[in-house]
Structure formats: C-alpha cells, structure tokens
T-cell receptor
Framework: EDQVTQSPEALRLQEGESSSLNCSYT??????LFWYRQDPGKGPEFLFT???AGEEKEKERLKATLTKKESFLHITAPKPEDSATYLC????????????FGAGTQVVVTP | ETGVTQTPRHLVMGMTNKKSLKCEQH?????MYWYKQSAKKPLELMFV???????ENNSVPSRFSPECPNSSHLFLHLHTLQPEDSALYLC??????????????FGPGTRLTVL
C-alpha cells in the first residue's frame, strides 16, 4: 500500500532559524512529488514538483530536494510570513491524476 | 475572476437538506477534482473528471453526487448528509488528468458544517 508520511507534525521556529521538513514515501513507482503550502481557511498553494531523485528546486527561502525514499523542504532564514502548513503529495505511475497527500507539517515562525 | 473559485465559502445545513457546491476554473484546464479535508487528516480525493467525464470515484458515499457540465464548471450535490461529513471541501484543476504530471491548482474551499 502506498504511504506518505510527513514529519514533524508541527515546527516552531524563530525568525531566521533555518530548518527542514521531511516527506517520506513508500510507493510502487513515483511519477512526481508535489509540495504545497496551505494557509488557514484557504486552499493549498502549489510550490514545487520534483520528478526524479537528485532533483532540486528553489523559490525564495524554500528549497525542495528529492531522493528515492524521501523529500525535504528546507526553509532558509524563515520570516513570519512563512508560517503555514506545508503539504507533500505523491502521484504514482499507476494512479494517473491522483495525488496522495501526507498529513502536513504546521510551521509557525515567530519574530 | 482568476484561478479556481468556489461558492459558497461557508455552508451550514441540516441532515435532511439538499445543497450544492460550485467550482469554476478560469485556467483553461481539462481536469477537475473534488477533495475533502477533515481536521488532522490528509486531503482525501473524492472525484476526478477529465474532459467532463468522471474517471474516478474514490469509494465516496452516494449522498455526494458530482456533476461536470463542461470543463470549466464542477458541482457537488449534497443530500442527507451526516455530521461526520463536516469538513473543508476543496476543488482543484489541472491541465490534464490522464497523461499528466501536471500540478493541481486549488480553490479556497467551502467550509461545510452539518448539524
């Protein structure tokens, strides 16, 4: 059975304190791994797609990396506006169009 | 309007009511999705439509009935719901469902409360 597990469940950071979020997955075949950001009361906002091990993508203070078993979302020198829940999702080779989501990591960045 | 819009944003209904959720995408996409997001649980895929044809029904109870009249509009018809159906219902769209690695873009959701 395909599984997506995110850790930690919650993370509290001081402004400027860099950290990483983990998304580990067990799937039959990976088509793509997606990162989203979700603010309270809003829908998820797309951040990155990673397709193959070794791939990296960056956007402002965020950097996503992918290995054969997990993905990391690195937050460098976070600001309070980076506070959100970060979701990862996988699309497998036998589940076209279907995203399987992890439970998310809630990040709070304090000034 | 841009992106994916959903109406209403909030809905309170009794268990005997019938209501509908509406989703509209302004991105020119061919695939649309309904998800359910309950507290402390991962997003659950409910339905997938590709070119107005339902291609996935993820074991959803029949009290939820989707409708996709064209590639820009998606509805979720609700009847005789249960309190455990209270959740955030999210609509999403992507360029294509079947051959796609494409990212899905989400609407703001409808917060549903069933009394």
């Amino acid at each position: 059975e395909d599984q997506v597990t995110q850790s930690p469940e919650a993370l509290r950071l001081q402004e400027g304190e860099s950290s990483s979020l983990n998304c580990s997955y067990t799937v039959s075949g990976l088509r793509g791994l997606f990162w989203y950001r979700q603010d309270p009361g809003k829908g998820p906002e797309f951040l990155f797609t990673l397709y193959s091990a070794g791939e990296e993508k960056e956007k402002e203070r965020l950097k996503a990396t992918l290995t054969k078993k997990e993905s990391f979302l690195h937050i460098t020198a976070p600001k309070p506006e980076d506070s959100a829940t970060y979701l990862c999702a996988v699309m497998t080779t036998d589940s076209w169009g279907k995203l399987q989501f992890g439970a998310g990591t809630q990040v709070v960045v304090t000034p | 309007e841009t992106g994916v819009t959903q109406t209403p944003r909030h809905l309170v209904m009794g268990m005997t009511n019938k209501k509908s959720l509406k989703c509209e995408q302004h991105l020119g996409h061919n695939a649309m999705y309904w998800y359910k997001q309950s507290a402390k649980k991962p997003l659950e895929l409910m339905f997938v439509y590709s070119l107005e044809e339902r291609v996935e029904n993820n074991s959803v109870p029949s009290r939820f009935s989707p409708e996709c009249p064209n590639s820009s509009h998606l509805f979720l018809h609700l009847h005789t719901l249960q309190p455990e159906d209270s959740a955030l219902y999210l609509c999403a769209s992507s360029q294509d469902a079947i051959y796609s690695y494409n990212e899905q873009f989400f609407g703001p959701g409808t917060r549903l409360t069933v009394l």
